[in-house]
């Protein structure tokens, strides 16, 4: 098993201060850099940083991944050209993760003007056009969200891995169909094992092997030796993903994924507690101990790396995503230490 670091937008660092924690990753024995992509910071630009700075210290640098791009912002020819590109500057070590994004929420389509594709088949398209493109044809594509007639993009790039965002079994199978590697998030030992068989299922349906896709998570580590506001934080990271917006339907997305693990029934009392008043500090202090401590780590450095380990089963790749107690490059040192390969790795 790999162990990657991952890092966000919420710790605020500056460029600055990512060239200082490439350095450190590199130091500490992390295989790899990985951050989210958004509408704020460029992903691409931050992992095109670390790449070069962790090549400072090593001969080619740190592999650095993207999980993941949210697909329906972008083209399929832009985001290959893009992807393409860093894949050339990281001589081969970059790694393209692709999930839906807003597509589930009405209120985000409406605001960017996004159709309403369905979200299996257009992550479909994304997958079969962009890996397409990233290797050179001439791609011929005709699906709700990408049609393409003999597009190229004006690169070759050395092989740039796609892997796809997944959390349910119709998106687990279409990672196994189709991509490189499985995006997992907020998940207990159990559903690690559980995507596998699912992912499996979809590899040997298209005549792969199933061990060539490789399956990779984030796992959140908050660590600071005043548990309380380490749970805070930790808990604040968690809520929204978890709890469902008012009149969203509680099936889709990570909504659905939290109730497939069993936790359906206190989310529902919690989102009833908020749909009566409560504000966030009461909702913080009412989350289920049991459902944070099943998903991942808040507490003093000394608990962090055995807790990481046994969330990490099963994975090919572990990331160790930091949630800060406080903006700042402490906060990341500080857990990339806590959870350094040689305590983490097996």
């Not at 992509?37 to 001969?59: K, M, N, P, Y």
Request: proline letters at 6%; aromatic letters at 8%.
């Amino acid at each position: 098993m790999e162990i990657g670091i991952g890092l966000d937008p919420t710790l605020g660092l500056s460029f600055a201060e990512h060239r200082e924690v490439a350095h450190e990753a590199v130091r500490l024995g992390y295989a790899s850099m990985w951050t989210p992509a958004g509408l704020g910071i460029d992903a691409f630009q931050v992992c095109a940083r670390w790449s070069l700075t962790s090549a400072e210290v090593v001969e080619g640098g740190l592999w650095t991944g993207i999980s993941v791009v949210p697909v329906p912002y972008w083209t399929a020819p832009l985001l290959a050209a893009t992807a393409g590109t860093l894949g050339i500057l990281s001589g081969g070590r970059f790694i393209l993760g692709i999930g839906s994004g807003p597509i589930h929420d009405n209120d985000q389509r409406r605001r960017f003007g996004l159709p309403a594709w369905p979200a299996i088949g257009m992550m479909r398209d994304y997958l079969i056009a962009t890996r397409g493109l990233l290797a050179g044809e001439a791609v011929e594509h005709s699906g709700p969200a990408v049609t393409l007639h003999g597009a190229r993009i004006g690169i070759k790039p050395p092989p740039v891995p796609v892997y796809l965002g997944a959390l349910g079994p119709q998106m687990v199978r279409l990672a196994g169909r189709e991509s490189d590697g499985v995006l997992l998030n907020w998940c207990t030992p159990d559903q690690i094992a559980w995507s596998r068989q699912v992912l499996a299922e979809g590899a040997r349906a298209a005549g792969k092997d199933p061990g060539a896709v490789r399956v990779v998570e984030y796992i959140r580590v908050c660590v600071d030796e005043d548990e309380d506001r380490a749970r805070r934080a930790y808990t604040r990271a968690m809520m929204g993903y978890a709890l469902a917006r008012p009149g969203a339907d509680k099936r889709l997305s990570y909504r659905g994924h939290f109730a497939r693990m069993g936790f359906d029934e206190a989310l529902t009392e919690l989102e009833e507690r908020r749909d009566r008043g409560a504000g966030q500090d009461e909702l913080v202090e009412a989350f289920p101990r049991d459902l944070l401590r099943r998903v991942g780590y808040y507490g003093p450095a000394t608990g962090a790396a055995a807790a990481f380990r046994q969330l990490a089963e099963g994975l090919d790749v572990a990331i160790v995503r930091v949630v800060g107690t406080r903006p700042g490059l402490e906060s990341a040192l500080t857990t990339m230490r806590a959870c350094r390969p040689e305590l983490t790795g097996r």
